[in-house]
């Protein structure tokens, strides 16, 4: 007896392709992820050392403030680098602040198509598992009609 093809396939090729497809397009958003934590750190560490930079400079300034060596140019000099060290600093935690927000859309996006992914992952490993219960099924019916036909030639001999 011929093996029977299994009725379903096109539907378990179908549902493959779409778990397939899906796995490969959460890698690329594992990537784009994996870009906006990377982005992400690299606007913290840009903050991090302006801040750094900035005490550092006002501290130094602040000294020369105490010592007494500075004049109202100097002065005028100190106020605007602090204003403009204030105006960096908070495009720097702009930057920060929209980098974390990408990051943030990049793992809702993650999370979505993980959750479909399982989805799809199950939804195909279902019809696998139906078209091997079907190919079993299958075999067990064409052993059984192997039995018969060898009991009914056998009971055809004895007779």
């Known amino acids: 007896m011929a093996r029977q093809t299994y009725p379903l396939e096109a539907l ?22 994996q870009q906006a934590q990377a982005a992400l750190a690299e606007r913290e560490a ?12 006002v501290r130094a300034e602040q000294q020369r403030l105490q010592a007494g060596a500075v004049s109202g140019v100097d002065l005028r000099r100190i106020a605007d680098f602090q204003a403009a060290t204030r105006a960096q600093a908070e495009v720097l935690e702009r930057a920060e602040s929209a980098a974390r927000q990408a990051l943030a859309r990049e793992q809702t996006a993650e999370q ?25 099924r299958q075999a067990e019916l064409a052993q059984k009609a192997e039995e018969e036909a060898a009991l009914e030639q056998w009971n055809a001999i004895r007779h």
């Open 12 to 33: 378990r090729k179908l549902r493959d392709e779409k778990a397939e497809a899906l796995a490969q397009g959460l890698g690329r958003q594992i990537a784009r992820t």
């Open 46 to 57: 840009q903050r991090r050392d302006h801040a750094a930079r900035a005490q550092e400079t």
């Open 112 to 136: 979505n198509l993980r959750v479909e992914q399982a989805a799809r992952e199950a939804e195909a490993k279902l019809v696998r598992n139906h078209e091997q219960s079907f190919h079993e």
